[in-house]
């Protein structure tokens, strides 16, 4: 036996690329480009060193008791983690333990089934139809947990509360999962049902619309027994996941909602421009209420499309995986840097006519 025979092999989840090219425009990871609160800047700037010395409080309760204001909960409903993508990973691990399989949608937030493999769940992906809609039925079968992000990632796409209730109505006895990583781009969260609903678990995450991305702030909202064994199950794996500085700054983001509300106004109106700007540009555009659309144009493939905005230093998303890789997910970035993105496009579309006729 060599200690490969004893290895945990996994494929990881690999995320959009962070590339180092001067003047890019970059819309490939969904970050928020108007940067966060003043508030936080101040924080930072009187930011007491000497208190690095010292461990942070382990469940950062003054920003608990801050985002529990914020939503209309108690503090003991509300959990902290490093980024929501720990808060997923420790979800998996705390809620989806039973035989059956964990249910998610085939055209969904990749990590999930990377999630699984790493603990060795097994999962089954519903099929989303061709409209990349959920049918709520498919959520009818025996599973261990179900999750799936409300607005769809990739495809923006929103269900209603009513879908949601039927999902929980329909599962008392699983945790439902809904992860509202881009919620407030114009959806309506479904927190408000957590007290109705004991198997009702909510993740958000600070890195989007409050645009903290650098920062890793993630947060679960649920029922106070759910979010007691949440705890057990981070304090079994690291006792301090929210660092001092981002305990700070996070409070500060919290107490400055409005100015994060303003923000995601200003996306929402250059998302809904561009929404139009792309079907007049011929592009096949679902409704999407994220800070991202998922697009594809029926003239030209979409890697092709995806390299020569690559060449022209505008970086998006494509994947390559079927069903989905016509397609790529654009960033709601500036107005400006919308335009641009625009005028090249429509280069690109006038010079693939050209060549057709
Ligand atoms: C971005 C994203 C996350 C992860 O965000 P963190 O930066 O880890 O907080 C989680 N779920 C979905 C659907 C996302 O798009």
New binding site residues.
């Given amino acids: 036996m060599s200690w490969q025979d004893k290895l945990r092999q996994v494929e990881p989840y690999v995320a959009g690329e962070q590339p180092k090219i001067s003047n890019m425009i970059k819309l490939n990871t969904?970050e928020n480009p108007y940067g966060p609160s003043n508030q936080v800047k101040e924080v930072l700037k009187e930011i007491d060193i000497e208190k690095l010395k010292l461990y942070p409080n382990s469940d950062g309760e003054e920003l608990r008791h801050a985002l529990a204001d914020y939503h209309g909960l108690k503090d003991n409903q509300v959990f902290l983690g490093n980024?929501?993508?720990?808060?997923?990973a420790l979800t998996f691990l705390t809620f989806f333990n039973g035989k059956e399989p964990v249910l998610f949608p085939n055209i969904s937030?990749s990590?999930y089934p990377v999630y699984c493999d790493l603990y060795q769940m097994s999962y089954k992906e519903v099929l989303l139809d061709q409209d990349f809609k959920i049918n709520v039925e498919d959520f009818k079968q025996p599973n261990s947990g179900i999750i799936f992000?409300n607005p769809n990632?990739p495809t923006g796409l929103l269900v209603s509360l009513d879908f949601i209730e039927e999902v929980l109505k329909s599962n008392p006895d699983s945790i439902v999962v809904v992860?509202e990583?881009?919620i407030d781009f114009g959806g309506q969260t479904c927190v408000p049902l957590i007290d109705k609903y004991d198997n009702l678990v909510v993740?958000q995450?600070?890195?989007?619309s409050r645009s903290f991305?650098g920062a890793?702030?993630?947060v679960a909202l649920g029922n106070k027994e759910a979010i007691s064994n949440l705890y057990d199950v981070k304090n079994s794996f690291n006792s301090y996941p929210v660092d001092y500085i981002t305990q700070q700054i996070g409070l500060a983001s919290v107490l400055d909602s409005q100015d994060m509300k303003e923000k995601c106004q200003k996306v929402i109106k250059t998302r809904e421009y561009t929404k139009t700007k792309l079907k007049e540009l011929g592009f096949v555009v679902p409704d999407s209420y994220a800070n991202f659309v998922f697009v594809k144009h029926p003239e030209i493939d979409g890697e092709k499309l995806f390299l020569a905005l690559r060449q022209e230093g505008i970086i998006v998303r494509h994947w390559n995986k079927p069903l989905i890789d016509q397609y790529l997910r654009i960033t709601i970035g500036t107005d400006q840097q919308m335009e641009r993105l625009f005028e090249f496009l429509e280069k690109c579309i006038t010079q693939q006519q050209r060549e057709g006729e």
């Fill in positions: 969904n980024g929501s993508d720990e808060v997923l937030y990590f992000p990632a992860d990583a881009y993740i995450t600070f890195s989007k991305a890793r702030l993630g």
